[in-house]
């Protein structure tokens, strides 16, 4: 071994806690602050009891789920059943790494930073179909096949979208990606393309009103009907995971991330990771939910071709800038 | 004009007379009544349905007589539309009850033998699959036969199972609106078969009222469809009073009427709320119950009750309004139209609710009929089919209203005639409100322990879900003799097995939800 190693591994391990302290804290809040949305929209009050403002409610609901009976079905297949939810969630906060808070504010700077985000959403994919398969109950094998076939169908539009990003910055680093911005934000050029990556995004994380796999009228919970106390909470801290780390690449990718004008950088990025948490919640609100054959052909005869035109648009715009003498 | 166009009993019978030599008929609270001998019986089904247009199947039940050693097996028939009806009886030897049946003539005779099988122990030759729905398989001896006594123990209910490509949608599971199994085998995510299990909250009630006396009834009447008890009651207290020859004060029918009126706009607000819940609006079923709230303030204001009202009383009504009342009711007829347009700025127009919903569960209108089918699922199916008009009954042809009717039949349309039908209601509540007399009396002067005349009849209302119709039958005792309830959820959950053969999971959840069941209605 050589002599760095321990040195890397401290470090990466500090890394990891970081990340997760920094995932739970964030997902702890945005529970907090869909369920007051929630509330909000559908003319009621949502929590206000626990802590000031009711901010401590979530905390609670998490050490209540902590103290739970841990509960593996007797046909289980015990292994996938228990390492299910880890996938899940490791994979929705892994995504967390590579967003970059400042031009020196970004856990990993990663030089194929896109690519890995779009890896780890399929990884959380895996996860689904694992918890779906190992519960050896029907509803949950439907959940399960259900986040498949959503994956297989989404994950194409999502990257084909990114690429018209990566075409113009001419990098896959998301630090690259935001100081190219500086001149102008990607929305403006690639309008269609965050509209894509958006609807595609919200699908891979399973958000209303793309919640298919566990549609609780139809499926119960799901991939998740077998699962109760902490590993059921991480499916659910994953989701809200998954909710701010697709606002955050799209702030980052389309909104100049941290770029912004008296603001320190952080806050602005925080500020328009939140503008699109809100929108999503604000989706789940007044939405209902397609059916599945619907869902995947609105993917396959409309979200593809889209995205097929956005490259050929993408491809046009580089063409006209390299000939205003701009990139 | 065929005889049954008229409305001349005279005409019927000797046209009837013309057909069968020798069949005797009578007239019963204005009701054509035939005596059918069990050989005859089809033939006189048939030809009522043929020759006289009775083309559906309203009720088919029995009353057991073991002093005259039978059964009396009771069709009742209507036309549908333009309203008529007739009932056949059929008396069968006790020892050995036996009828051809009649589901090849109606498709929801098929349940409602499987019913009077059950519950009394009647063979119906030719039935497809005959055997029990609301009690299980195994249980001892059929409950609504007068010698049938609880068993010192009750064997154990046997669960079939069927394995590989089945799956349980209930009898627990969050879109099953009350307590109801359907297996289902699937294909992938498509259905193949659809098998409604019912019974799981089947209280015995028709059995249960014989044993009480016709006042103390009304409190169960709630119980059966209890978002719309104010229909229940009606149907029940209209049924004795029309036996006992009571009449109901003026003041207490219009009140009668208003009670009703709003008891429909709630029962549709949960109905269209928890539909958006089915397929996935998670928002509008708190727009509706947040209004659904303010209806039952006005019902605790009636009656004390907010949800299970017993309000109802043989006669009249139980209380009185408070004067309030009055001021609140005008503040929330002005209200609701506009929150009405907000529950369908969220789900009328929205895009995924179209594709959801739109030729998803096609019911035809000829389809409808012969199942059974009332209420706004018929209308949907563009029947104009309303009690309130085809049969009008309390102050109902007294008001203005339009009978909203659909064209396609599909689930969107049975949402969207509740949506216009709870702009209708409101009609009628205004004008309710403005003819209702200030003063004078709620309810009639009826004796405390109450004995009818020996006799039939049989009340019908038009409730939100459809005909909920109540069948008496007195020997001029203190209880009645047979207390037969006719639901409409009934009849609809036996139409649901075709409406989603081929359909995805996710249509059997929107279909279902589409067709507004009742669980406690179902199996009484």
């Known amino acids: ?327 | 004009m065929t005889p049954a166009a008229t409305r001349d009993a005279g005409a019927k019978r000797e046209a009837l007379a013309g057909a069968f030599p020798g069949l005797a008929a009578a007239e019963e609270h204005g009701v054509l009544v035939v005596d059918a001998p069990p050989g005859q019986a089809q033939d006189v089904l048939g030809y009522l349905k043929e020759a006289w247009g009775l083309n559906q199947l309203t009720d088919l039940t029995a009353v057991d007589y073991p002093e005259r050693r039978s059964f009396a097996v009771v069709y009742r028939l209507s036309r549908v539309p333009e309203y008529d009806t007739a009932v056949v009886k059929v008396s069968l030897p006790r020892a050995h009850p036996e009828l051809p049946s009649a589901a090849g003539r109606w498709a929801n005779a098929d349940w409602l033998e499987r019913e009077v099988f059950d519950l009394f122990g009647v063979n119906f030759p030719g039935h497809p699959h005959l055997r029990r729905i609301l009690t299980w398989e195994g249980f001892p001896g059929h409950p609504l036969r007068k010698d049938w006594e609880v068993a010192a123990e009750l064997s154990e209910g046997i669960e079939e199972r069927e394995e590989e490509l089945t799956i349980n949608v209930g009898p627990q599971h969050p879109s099953t609106h009350g307590v109801f199994r359907f297996k289902v085998r699937l294909d992938g995510e498509t259905i193949v078969e659809l098998d409604p299990v019912i019974g799981y909250v089947h209280r015995g009630m028709e059995k249960l009222l014989e044993s009480r006396a016709w006042h103390q009834i009304i409190p169960y009447t709630d119980r059966f469809d209890y978002l719309a008890s104010m229909f229940n009651n009606q149907a029940y207290v209209m049924a004795v009073e029309r036996l006992a020859g009571i009449e109901v004060p003026e003041r207490a029918e219009y009140l009668r009427v208003i009670a009703c009126e709003l008891n429909r706009i709630a029962s549709h607000l949960v109905a269209i709320g928890a539909y958006g819940l089915d397929v996935g609006a998670l928002t509008p079923i708190l727009y509706t119950f947040r209004e659904r709230e303010k209806i039952y303030d006005l019902m605790e204001m009636l009656c004390g009750a907010r949800m299970l009202y017993s309000y109802f009383r043989i006669g009249g009504l139980g209380y009185d309004v408070p004067e309030a009342f009055w001021d609140r009711l005008p503040a929330f007829l002005a209200e609701m139209p506009r929150r009405i347009d907000e529950y369908e700025e969220l789900l009328t127009g929205n895009e995924i609710f179209l594709a959801r919903t739109r030729g998803v569960g096609v019911l035809t209108g000829g389809h409808a009929i012969d199942h059974g089918v009332t209420g706004p699922n018929l209308r949907a199916s563009g029947v104009p089919y309303d009690l309130r008009r085809a049969d009008p009954y309390s102050l109902y042809s007294a008001f203005d209203f339009e009978v909203v009717t659909g064209e396609r039949g599909d689930s969107y349309e049975r949402y969207l005639v509740r949506v216009r039908e709870m702009r209708e209601s409101l009609k009628i509540l205004e004008q309710a409100a403005r003819a209702c007399p200030r003063e004078g009396p709620v309810l009639a002067k009826v004796p405390k322990i109450l004995k009818p005349p020996p006799g039939e009849v049989y009340a019908h209302v038009e409730s939100p879900r459809g005909e909920v119709g109540c069948y008496l039958v007195s020997d001029g005792r203190p209880q009645p003799y047979r207390f037969r309830w006719r639901s409409p959820s009934f009849n609809h959950l036996s139409v649901l097995r075709e409406l989603v053969k081929g359909a995805k999971v996710a249509d059997l959840i929107a279909v279902f939800g589409s067709i507004d069941v009742i669980g406690a209605e179902v199996d009484r």
């Open chain 1, 1 to 327: 071994m050589p002599a760095g190693w321990p040195r890397v591994i401290l470090y990466a391990s500090l890394a990891s806690l970081v990340v997760l302290g920094l995932v739970s804290g964030i997902v702890l809040f945005l529970v907090y602050l869909e369920r007051r949305v929630l509330g909000r929209l559908q003319a009621r009050i949502g929590p206000n009891r626990v802590g000031p403002w009711g901010l401590l409610q979530t905390t609670a609901d998490a050490l209540k789920l902590l103290t739970k009976e841990d509960i593996v079905p007797a046909e289980a297949d015990r292994i996938l059943f228990v390492l299910a939810p880890l996938v899940v969630f490791f994979g929705a906060a892994m995504a967390f790494a590579v967003v970059p808070a400042g031009p020196r504010l970004v856990l990993v700077d990663l030089g194929v930073g896109v690519l890995f985000v779009v890896g780890m959403g399929s990884l959380a994919m895996l996860g689904y179909l694992m918890a779906g398969w190992a519960s050896h109950s029907k509803y949950s094998l439907l959940g399960g096949m259900r986040a498949v076939a959503q994956l297989v169908s989404y994950e194409l539009p999502l990257t084909l979208a990114l690429l018209g990003v990566v075409i113009l910055s001419g990098s896959l680093a998301a630090t690259r990606i935001v100081e190219v911005q500086r001149h102008g934000w990607f929305i403006l050029l690639q309008p269609l393309g965050f509209f894509i990556y958006f609807t595609a995004g919200l699908a891979e994380i399973n958000r209303s009103p793309f919640d298919l796999p566990e549609g609780e009228s139809e499926l119960v919970g799901g991939y998740h009907t077998e699962y109760s106390g902490m590993r059921w909470a991480l499916f659910f801290l994953a989701e809200y995971a998954g909710v701010f780390s697709l606002s955050a690449l799209a702030a980052t990718l389309y909104l100049g991330g941290w770029l912004g004008p008296w603001l320190p950088g952080p806050v602005w990025l925080l500020l328009k990771t939140f503008a699109l948490v809100f929108a999503i919640i604000w989706l789940r609100g007044t939405w209902l939910r397609p059916r599945l054959d619907q869902l995947l052909s609105f993917s396959w005869k409309f979200l593809l071709p889209l995205s097929l035109v956005n490259l050929a648009f993408t491809a046009a715009e580089v063409y006209f800038l390299r000939w205003l003498g701009v990139a």
